[in-house]
């Protein structure tokens, strides 16, 4: 349990950082849901705000709670994340062609999401306990086993974009375990060089994402037209904005999954370059304080969770903004503290929670 003088250091740039991005997240999903004939905004907000809540109790639950207590049940989190993972393929519940939500008591999670924190926990517990001196490349296997089993059972729903994600977090932990640099960009090549035999194994879908990334006009009334809405969504907004309520490609319902994946038009559209530019510098704040705290951790188990956990929400905030401005493939992937989901949501508030635990015990390791 924490003491009183720990407490005291708290990070509260990190926090306040959070918070603000959680508040700005609630005004543009109610304004995404927002219909002035129907005010459908409410009941969405007021799901947001549930799940929100429970994310601030656990992740208050866990910066109390000595982080090394979650190592220790890590693997056993890591296997039972596995088989729900598992128990999606089979028993899954089915949206938009893709098999990714398993219903629980009247509940609907999406495992995959939280997959992620245990993961990183799993190979952070790994990788702490070996240093990177002998045994080196026997240690990278295992750690990409670790990696590669849950991404597999991702890919399988399909998501390749979230699947993705696993690599971002574990490539970032293992750069500061002490994998070499020069192999791993052997590696990186490699894989980039295999693309083009990636191609064959690709979904229909994916694989018109893909294209339409390259030119929207291919299908601009199917695969493309999200992408060629959020541009005008974001271009319309010119410097101010239109107001809060008053974007017209969004209340109008010409932006599609503008409360989830496409949230960052409605900020775009609604307040402007100064609206966007802010979230951006929060989101930079955010990570910056972050990986501050990493650096400040002598703990290396407690290093390696904070680079997985701030490279994962990194991902999600670089990928996302450049699927709304269009400048990578639509994937699927929400944004931190915004994107309308109660299992993000949750994973994203359990994720400061770990950091903050980390960064309160830093005198301490």
């Not at 009183?4 to 999903?29: C, E, M, P």
């Not at 696993?166 to 090549?189: D, E, K, N, Q, Y």
């Not at 191609?199 to 601009?220: C, G, H, I, K, T």
């Not at 904070?306 to 994962?312: A, D, F, H, R």
Request: aromatic share 10%; proline share 4%.
């Amino acid at each position: 349990m924490l003491s009183r003088r720990q407490f005291q250091g708290l990070d509260r740039v990190f926090l306040t950082t959070t918070l603000l991005l959680l508040g700005i997240g609630l005004l543009s999903l109610y304004s995404a849901a927002f219909q002035k004939t129907q005010m459908t905004g409410v009941l969405y907000l007021e799901r947001q705000l549930l799940w929100a809540g429970l994310g601030c109790a656990l992740a208050l639950l866990l910066v109390v709670v000595d982080y090394h207590l979650w190592l220790e049940w890590s693997y056993l989190l890591y296997a039972l994340m596995l088989v729900m993972l598992g128990l999606v393929l089979v028993m899954g519940t089915v949206r938009g062609g893709a098999q990714r939500w398993l219903s629980i008591g009247g509940i609907t999670l999406q495992p995959s999401e939280f997959a992620k924190l245990t993961t990183i926990l799993a190979v952070a517990r790994y990788l702490g306990h070996r240093p990177p001196v002998t045994g080196r490349w026997w240690t990278v296997l295992g750690a990409s086993v670790l990696i590669g089993l849950p991404m597999a059972l991702i890919l399988k729903q399909p998501n390749l974009g979230t699947a993705s994600v696993f690599g971002f977090a574990g490539l970032a932990m293992l750069l500061v375990w002490g994998i070499p640099l020069r192999p791993l960009l052997v590696v990186l090549g490699l894989g980039v060089l295999s693309m083009p035999v990636l191609w064959a194994f690709l979904e229909d879908y994916q694989r018109s994402r893909l294209l339409v990334f390259m030119n929207p006009n291919l299908d601009p009334l199917g695969a493309g037209y999200t992408v060629i809405q959020s541009r005008i969504a974001m271009g319309s907004g010119q410097l101010w904005g239109k107001g809060w309520l008053s974007g017209t490609q969004n209340q109008l319902n010409f932006l599609p999954e503008r409360h989830t994946d496409f949230i960052f038009s409605v900020v775009g559209e609604e307040w402007g370059i100064l609206g966007t530019s802010l979230c951006l510098a929060l989101f930079l704040l955010l990570f910056q304080r972050g990986f501050m705290i990493a650096q400040q951790t002598r703990d290396p188990f407690g290093r390696l969770l904070i680079v997985g956990l701030i490279t994962l929400l990194a991902a999600h905030t670089i990928v996302n903004m450049g699927m709304v401005l269009g400048l990578m493939p639509v994937v699927g992937l929400p944004l931190p503290f915004m994107s309308y989901g109660g299992s993000w949501m949750m994973t994203c508030l359990v994720a400061v929670g770990i950091v903050l635990s980390v960064g309160v015990r830093r005198p301490v390791f």
